[in-house]
């Protein structure tokens, strides 16, 4: 891999956390919307956007036939991802919403254990570990919390998209294209919350029409950049990255909505980059890049 291609990733992976910050800001300023509902907007809008790109540049609406199962695994994950991601984000502070889903690259050296077959050493094994320590004083396990579940559902939303961009990583390396995983994630996103949007449909006023629609235009650019990103390099070379989106759902909050995290998530938040940055770090001495 050049170097040119690591800065190209680097880049997106922010351009891409900045969006999906954006994203969230929408999807909190929509109201009380059925998380579905966000959902099924958030997706269309990237769907369109991935057919017109596909058209433009002549690419098949085809994959290849050892891919169909990497591809719905990170359709069928990534819209757990979605779902469980926008249930926190409606009733949690955005920071805390947006911490819990950046754990995904934690699942994401789990996940790729049992389904990419890759090994996980032992210092990777203890820092995962030390990253769902972090996570517990941003989810504060208590049964007097009112926030636990929706903490426990913005966790398994990372969790869902840990194992979606590992399979975006396999994905890319299999040769399909970027706009046709966004594409078909989204499709598939769009199919499977249709029947809940026919039967359980809320109306909205025109205002949160045009957030949603604002919420799905970030969102396909957060999707196209990070699918861009893990297409340019591998995850453990610059996903430590994509935690400045924590930075920019802090100040969004903040600015926005006059959101201030407490004491227990910031030090959850300090851990958890920790780990990060040691994962990185890690990695980058384990696989040295070849300039």
């Given at each position: 891999m050049s170097v040119n291609q690591k800065y190209k990733g680097i880049i997106y992976i922010v351009i891409s956390a900045f969006c999906f910050a954006l994203m969230n800001l929408f999807v909190r300023m929509a109201g009380g919307l059925p998380s579905i509902q966000k959902s099924f907007f958030r997706n269309f809008v990237a769907a369109v956007f991935a057919f017109v790109i596909l058209k433009k540049e002549h690419v098949p609406f085809r994959c290849k036939?050892?891919?169909?199962?990497?591809?719905?695994?990170?359709?069928g994950f990534g819209t757990v991802g979605v779902l469980c991601n926008f249930y926190a984000i409606d009733h949690l502070v955005l920071a805390d919403a947006s911490m819990l889903n950046k754990m995904s690259p934690f699942f994401a050296v789990i996940f790729s254990y049992f389904i990419l077959k890759e090994k996980v050493t032992i210092p990777q094994g203890l820092l995962v570990a030390g990253a769902f320590s972090g996570s517990l004083f941003v989810i504060k396990p208590t049964f007097t919390n009112m926030a636990l579940v929706p903490s426990l559902f913005g966790l398994?939303?990372?969790?869902?998209?840990?194992?979606?961009?590992?399979?975006?990583?396999?994905?890319?390396?299999g040769g399909?294209?970027?706009?046709?995983?966004?594409?078909?994630?989204?499709m598939f996103s769009c199919v499977m919350t249709l029947p809940w949007l026919i039967f359980d449909y809320h109306p909205m006023t025109a205002v949160q029409l045009v957030i949603l629609l604002l919420a799905g235009t970030a969102a396909a650019g957060g999707q196209f950049a990070i699918t861009a990103a893990y297409c340019y390099a591998p995850a453990r070379e610059i996903s430590v990255y994509d935690y400045s989106q924590i930075l920019f759902s802090a100040v969004l909050g903040f600015v926005v909505f006059g959101q201030m995290p407490d004491a227990l998530s910031w030090l959850g938040y300090g851990i958890i980059c920790a780990m990060a940055v040691l994962m990185f770090f890690y990695n980058m001495q384990k696989y040295p890049c070849n300039f």
């Open positions: 036939r050892e891919n169909l199962k990497y591809l719905l695994l990170r359709a398994l939303g990372g969790l869902g998209a840990g194992v979606a961009y590992t399979m975006v990583r396999r994905l890319g390396e399909e294209k970027g706009p046709f995983i966004v594409f078909f994630f989204s």
